[in-house]
């Protein structure tokens, strides 16, 4: 399994954002995670990325622990957060070189030059990260998450805040990668879950409530078990 998540608690003071939950993805899969703001799906993907400890559970990357091997766990994932953090004074292609030599890789230059084509940010890429809309730079927060060939992509929210076009255009690049890759991203937004997902997950107040393939169930069935769920 690519990814495997085993009884993970999580509590802020008094607040108890994740409560047991347990869930595996195998290689390969695009797995959506639905729930509404809240439900505690950005405090899992953090858990999941090494970033935050959980307070009792286990998570494994490629079977390595992500507590005790965190390094190692990053160098397998990658990770784009929900409000992407960039450099915005620093141009693409500088900021993607930056992100790469951060993983020690060879041929740097030819790396980046080859994500810029694949997620087509080479008609910007002669600006700086500033001067970009919000697709596109959503483009480079997907290629820094992409510059060291990860075999897991972990997305919070890809696609918040986009015109219909850009949702359109990022969608299509989450399904292109995901055909070599595990992905798991979370949404709140029920239409992505068949768009591009083999399977979805729905975390509500902090509990997994629903695991199904996608295939299962027709699109009005979805959008209703969604509306029943996170009401």
């Known amino acids: 399994m690519s990814l495997e998540v085993s009884h993970i608690n999580k509590s802020f ?47 494994q990357v490629d079977c390595i622990d992500v507590a005790s091997n965190p390094d190692e766990v990053r160098r397998r994932i990658g990770y784009l957060p929900e409000h992407n953090p960039l450099y915005l004074d620093m141009y693409i292609r500088e900021y993607l070189i930056f992100t790469a030599q951060m993983y020690h890789m060879d041929n740097v230059r030819k790396r980046v030059n080859d994500i810029v084509e694949k997620i087509g940010l080479g008609p910007e890429s002669h600006k ?83 695991d199904r393939p996608v295939g299962d169930i027709s699109a009005s069935a979805l959008e209703q078990l969604f509306h029943e769920l996170t009401c």
Do not use: W
Not at 25 to 34: N, P, T
Not at 44 to 56: N, R, V
Not at 128 to 142: A, E, F, M, N, T
Not at 145 to 165: F, K, M, Q
């Open 128 to 210: 700086r990260i500033g001067q970009l809309s919000k697709g596109y730079r959503q483009r480079v927060g997907l290629a820094q998450a992409l510059i060291h060939e990860p075999r897991v992509l972990i997305l919070d929210e890809p696609t918040t805040g986009l015109d219909p076009n850009q949702l359109v255009e990022i969608r299509q690049l989450i399904a292109e990668f995901g055909k070599d890759k595990t992905v798991l991203f979370s949404t709140h937004i029920m239409q992505e879950i068949p768009a591009i997902c083999d399977r979805f997950l729905v975390l509500r107040k902090g509990v997994l409530v629903a």
């Open 13 to 59: 003071g008094s607040q108890q954002v994740l409560n047991d939950v347990s869930f595996s993805i195998a290689d390969g899969q695009i797995v959506g995670f639905l729930g509404p703001n809240g439900a505690g799906k950005s405090t899992l993907m953090k858990i999941l990325t090494g970033s935050l400890a959980a307070d009792s559970g286990t998570a």
